[in-house]
């Protein structure tokens, strides 16, 4: 049986404030029953996952990073929260449930939400690789993925209350000027290969697709597994959700793809590497398949997805380098700018995944 992810003891300055919680949820009539012990899930670089474990049962609560209020957009609690509202309205099973939506900063000092907590497994880069999965197991489960982003995509937004989670005319231009945007507003170094790829998206944008629902952080330690490792509960980590072109989708999952021969940068924060697992071209293909879409250009929208998390990372690493986080684990980031980057001018030269 393989293990659960795991809670561990909260990371010393990201601590909550236990009674102040308590508070808000009895006077909300939530239903979240008195708290036992508050932990924290380790994993992730963006807004904070913690464990409550109370009477009835357990929840997760999210909340922006601290230090995190010179970032805007991609750490808004209540768009997240409304994300997950419209998924259970819609009928999408495999979203979790929301509880309560917490906007007064005078709780907590900044909004956050509680959703019910759904037991099972998340495969994370760091202890993946020590669990001896079989390359059975990991072709299944990269299938698996693969088939759950075109199901998400072949939600009806038309039909459902999902269409207002986004503008999907002018998306992909959006996304470019605004990422390269970002990117300048984060900058800490001369680094010509995100200028030269910044270049390159502008100057080849591609006619968009019709639009659908955007998970657009849709990778492995994102989804809860079953404890055989067969199915996926539920898909987590809603806050950059959006309407728009799905190939936009597909590239930024792509580019959490690492390789057996990618850089051990891009193999550290992703299991992909992993014996058995499709290969980018492979999940290509399969997704083409499954949806039935054209991803003759998907080069473009890979390379997007390189671009885009070598900004998130510039900008974690920008907080880190103003002294907004004290948090080690971002001191080497950098490192992960420069390699993104110079793997999305090497893919753009070589004209493939």
Same mark, same amino acid.
């Not at 190939?247 to 299991?271: C, H, I, Q």
């Not at 991803?295 to 998390?309: A, P, R």
């Given at each position: 049986?393989?293990?659960?992810?795991?809670?561990?003891?909260?990371?010393?300055?990201?601590?909550?404030?236990?009674?102040?919680?308590?508070?808000?949820?009895?006077?909300?009539?939530?239903?979240?029953?008195?708290?036992?012990?508050?932990?924290?899930?380790?994993?992730?670089?963006?807004?904070?996952?913690?464990?409550?474990?109370?009477?009835?049962?357990?929840?997760?609560?999210?909340?922006?990073?601290?230090?995190?209020?010179?970032?805007?957009?991609?750490?808004?609690?209540?768009?997240?929260?409304?994300?997950?509202?419209?998924?259970?309205?819609?009928?999408?099973?495999?979203?979790?449930?929301?509880?309560?939506?917490?906007?007064?900063?005078?709780?907590?000092?900044?909004?956050?939400?509680?959703?019910?907590?759904?037991?099972?497994?998340?495969?994370?880069?760091?202890?993946?690789?020590?669990?001896?999965?079989?390359?059975?197991?990991?072709?299944?489960?990269?299938?698996?993925?693969?088939?759950?982003?075109?199901?998400?995509?072949?939600?009806?937004?038309?039909?459902?209350?999902?269409?207002?989670?986004?503008?999907?005319?002018?998306?992909?231009?959006?996304?470019?000027?605004?990422?390269?945007? !970002? &990117?300048?507003?984060?900058? /800490?170094? =001369?680094?010509?290969?995100?200028?030269? @790829? #910044?270049?390159?998206?502008?100057?080849?944008?591609?006619?968009?697709?019709?639009?659908?629902?955007?998970?657009?952080?849709?990778?492995?330690?994102?989804?809860?597994?079953?404890?055989?490792?067969?199915?996926?509960?539920?898909?987590?980590?809603?806050?950059?959700?959006?309407?728009?072109?799905?190939?936009?989708?597909?590239?930024?999952?792509?580019?959490?793809?690492?390789?057996?021969?990618?850089?051990?940068?891009?193999?550290?924060?992703?299991?992909?590497?992993?014996?058995?697992?499709?290969?980018?071209?492979?999940?290509?293909?399969?997704?083409?398949?499954?949806?039935?879409?054209?991803?003759?250009?998907?080069?473009?929208?890979?390379?997007?997805?390189?671009?885009?998390?070598?900004?998130?990372?510039?900008?974690?690493?920008? !907080? &880190?380098?103003?002294?907004? /986080?004290? =948090?080690?684990?971002?001191?080497?980031? @950098? #490192?992960?700018?420069?390699?993104?980057?110079?793997?999305?001018?090497?893919?753009?030269?070589?004209?493939?995944?």
């Amino acid at each position: 049986m393989t293990p659960q992810d795991t809670a561990k003891p909260i990371r010393p300055g990201e601590e909550l404030d236990q009674a102040a919680l308590q508070t808000y949820f009895d006077d909300r009539q939530t239903g979240i029953g008195p708290i036992a012990e508050i932990t924290q899930f380790p994993g992730g670089y963006s807004n904070l996952t913690y464990l409550i474990r109370t009477q009835t049962g357990e929840y997760v609560l999210r909340r922006p990073p601290f230090g995190a209020k010179d970032i805007k957009g991609g750490h808004d609690m209540g768009r997240e929260f409304r994300v997950l509202s419209l998924l259970q309205s819609a009928g999408y099973g495999r979203a979790p449930k929301p509880v309560v939506f917490c906007e007064d900063e005078a709780v907590m000092g900044c909004p956050f939400y509680v959703m019910e907590r759904v037991p099972g497994v998340i495969l994370r880069a760091q202890t993946a690789p020590n669990m001896n999965l079989s390359p059975d197991t990991m072709r299944h489960l990269s299938e698996r993925l693969v088939d759950e982003l075109a199901a998400l995509h072949a939600l009806d937004i038309g039909q459902t209350n999902l269409s207002q989670l986004g503008k999907p005319e002018g998306y992909i231009r959006r996304q470019v000027e605004g990422w390269h945007k !970002r &990117y300048l507003a984060s900058q /800490t170094d =001369d680094l010509p290969a995100m200028t030269e @790829l #910044a270049r390159w998206l502008d100057q080849t944008m591609p006619t968009e697709n019709p639009p659908t629902l955007l998970h657009n952080d849709f990778k492995y330690d994102n989804v809860v597994l079953s404890p055989d490792l067969q199915d996926i509960r539920v898909v987590l980590d809603w806050e950059m959700c959006t309407v728009g072109d799905p190939l936009m989708d597909v590239g930024t999952s792509l580019s959490y793809w690492a390789e057996a021969d990618d850089d051990p940068f891009r193999k550290s924060f992703n299991l992909t590497w992993l014996p058995g697992n499709l290969t980018r071209q492979e999940f290509a293909d399969r997704y083409a398949d499954r949806s039935g879409r054209d991803l003759s250009n998907i080069l473009y929208y890979y390379v997007f997805g390189l671009f885009k998390n070598a900004v998130v990372i510039q900008q974690i690493y920008a !907080r &880190y380098k103003k002294g907004l /986080t004290s =948090d080690e684990r971002f001191a080497g980031l @950098l #490192a992960g700018v420069q390699a993104l980057s110079r793997h999305g001018v090497e893919a753009v030269e070589r004209g493939r995944l």
